[in-house]
């Protein structure tokens, strides 16, 4: 809830739990949760190899100093199939200040299958994103994550451009090493492509006017098919010499990366 203009209270942080079960071992649950042992909200977990009779002692997952004031919140996480674990959450270790109301980032870490230590957290994110009072609002921030074959995929909203939008990213889980951010959808699109769908000819738009550094497009099966570089915040692609199908295109711009499909 909102307490003054510059601010939200601590009350606004999102503090719901999760409890999973390894699909290897139905034995073994996870559950995990935002607690306050010291200075502000850590994420911690705890385990049971016995189906709830017994839970380890609980273990603080977000390895940022302890005791800092940085508040970590919006926990999530997912078993892969072999029992490896990944769990994430929106993280402040490199906000000024502490509190909700500061800038926030994504991180995660891994569990790989029968190992007592988590791996380091890394980034989901790229970049920090300032707080905006959009987020004190009801269902204004979520995340998503899925593990597949030591490959984390994730979703999750911020606020990086004054509205709130929906990024996606692909994570090597053993790495942290990224390899796909984009964003997936905009409260205030960013982009305009028409006609839609199009015989031949799209225009692509950056509605911000900031130039596109580089524009690629892809077949249905993956393989890139076209690429220009026009420096501009508009570019027209001709794809009269392909078939009737779907195209999907990744537009670059200032860092940011937009993904979307056309339709031919």
């Not at 739990?17 to 705890?46: C, E, R, W």
């Not at 249905?220 to 026009?230: H, K, M, S, V, Y």
């Amino acid at each position: 809830m909102a307490t003054t203009s510059s601010g939200v209270s601590n009350d606004s942080a999102k503090l719901a739990y999760k409890l999973l079960v390894d699909p290897s071992d139905d034995s073994h649950l996870a559950f995990i949760y935002p607690y306050q042992p010291v200075g502000d909200y850590d994420i911690m977990i705890t385990e049971t190899f016995n189906a709830g009779t017994i839970w380890t002692t609980p273990m603080r997952v977000n390895d940022d100093p302890q005791g800092n004031g940085k508040m970590q919140d919006l926990v999530w996480g997912d078993f892969d199939d072999g029992g490896a674990l990944v769990v994430s959450w929106r993280d402040r270790r490199n906000a000024i200040g502490t509190g909700y109301a500061k800038a926030s980032e994504f991180y995660a870490t891994y569990l790989p299958k029968n190992s007592p230590n988590f791996n380091a957290n890394f980034r989901l994110s790229e970049i920090p994103v300032a707080y905006n009072n959009i987020l004190a609002q009801s269902g204004n921030d979520f995340m998503g994550i899925e593990l597949s074959r030591d490959t984390i995929s994730a979703v999750w909203a911020n606020t990086r451009d004054g509205s709130l939008d929906v990024w996606f990213v692909r994570v090597a889980a053993l790495s942290g090493q990224m390899s796909a951010v984009s964003m997936l959808a905009g409260e205030s699109e960013a982009l305009s492509i028409y006609p839609l769908p199009s015989s031949r000819v799209f225009n692509v738009t950056l509605t911000t006017q900031e130039a596109i550094s580089a524009l690629y497009v892809y077949d249905a099966q993956g393989n890139e098919i076209l690429r220009t570089f026009p420096d501009a915040p508009n570019v027209a692609i001709d794809l009269t010499k392909f078939p009737t199908g779907y195209y999907p295109i990744r537009i670059e711009s200032k860092g940011l990366v937009y993904s979307r499909l056309l339709l031919r």
